[in-house]
């Protein structure tokens, strides 16, 4: 079992900054594949952002290349997703999830990839 707990969500104006926290209580946390999505109602859950157990391989969907970047500090258990040019599109649920492996095969952005989900944290990002 692996809690997750993200955190860092709010209302920012366009073109603004966030950076988004995803914070786990078990040390073998730093061992695992993370991820982060995000989901509107009505949508399906959409990949944003994943990074391999040590940091060394990183991914990012197409709507959010060249603005989000996820980078990992295992000495604090902690996962991040800073996210800059905030567009309004942007706005959503954010969730960040834990693969059981060090890397991912090919399947980052597939939600099915995951195994243990946080409770998530809103962003608003206004015109």
Known sequence: QVHLEESGGGLVQAGGSLTLTCAASERTFSNYATGW??????????????????GSRTYSGDSV??????????TKNTVYLQMNSLKPEDTALYYC????????????????AYSYWGQGTQVTVSS
């Not at 492996?101 to 090919?106: C, D, H, L, N, Q």
């Open 37 to 54: 999505f995000r989901q509107v109602p009505g949508k399906e859950r959409e990949f944003v952002a994943a990074i391999s157990w040590s």
């Open 65 to 74: 290349k060249g603005r989000f970047t996820i980078v990992r500090d295992n």
């Open 97 to 112: 999830a834990v693969r059981l492996a060090k890397y991912f095969v090919g399947n980052y952005d597939r939600p099915t």
